[in-house]
């Protein structure tokens, strides 16, 4: 099956609004490397976005080069391993048993607290 425009353009790609001071508003479509646009409001940047996105998958589809798709959330199985010095490990573990939970209870709620309050700073994306 041939992926046409519209194809691409109706997949749920991960899109990232920023404030720019000096700027206005900076928006890119992540999964497309260097799709990138502005605007004077997130409005604005927003529709600017999906202008870009659209010419980017053109010129991609023109030329042969790759698109990449976004990764589906089925990808995430929400499980990782992660490896950390020896000091943290215990800290850890004794802030969980004095915390009256298991080690990894105390982490899931430590990285969902950290990723909160960087999502909190974040504008709105609608």
């Known amino acids: 099956m041939d992926k046409t425009l519209e194809y691409y353009m109706n997949l749920p790609y991960t899109i990232e609004l920023e404030r720019d001071p000096e700027e206005g508003w900076f928006v890119r479509a992540k999964e497309l490397r260097g799709c990138t646009s502005q605007g004077?409001?997130?409005e604005k940047a927003m529709a600017m976005i999906q202008d870009?996105?659209?010419?980017w998958i053109e010129?991609?589809?023109?030329?042969?080069?790759?698109i990449p798709e976004p990764?589906?959330?089925?990808?995430?199985?929400?499980?990782?391993?992660?490896?950390?010095?020896?000091?943290l490990h215990r800290q850890l573990a004794k802030n969980a048993e004095a915390?009256?939970?298991s080690l990894n209870q105390l982490i899931n709620v430590?990285?969902?607290n950290a990723v909160g309050r960087q999502t909190a700073q974040r504008p709105a994306i609608s």
């Open 40 to 42: 004077d409001t997130p």
């Open 52 to 55: 870009a996105m659209q010419a």
């Open 59 to 66: 010129v991609a589809l023109e030329t042969g080069i790759p």
């Open 71 to 87: 990764r589906p959330a089925e990808a995430y199985s929400g499980k990782f391993v992660v490896r950390v010095p020896r000091s």
């Open 99 to 101: 915390e009256g939970v």
């Open 110 to 112: 430590v990285l969902a």
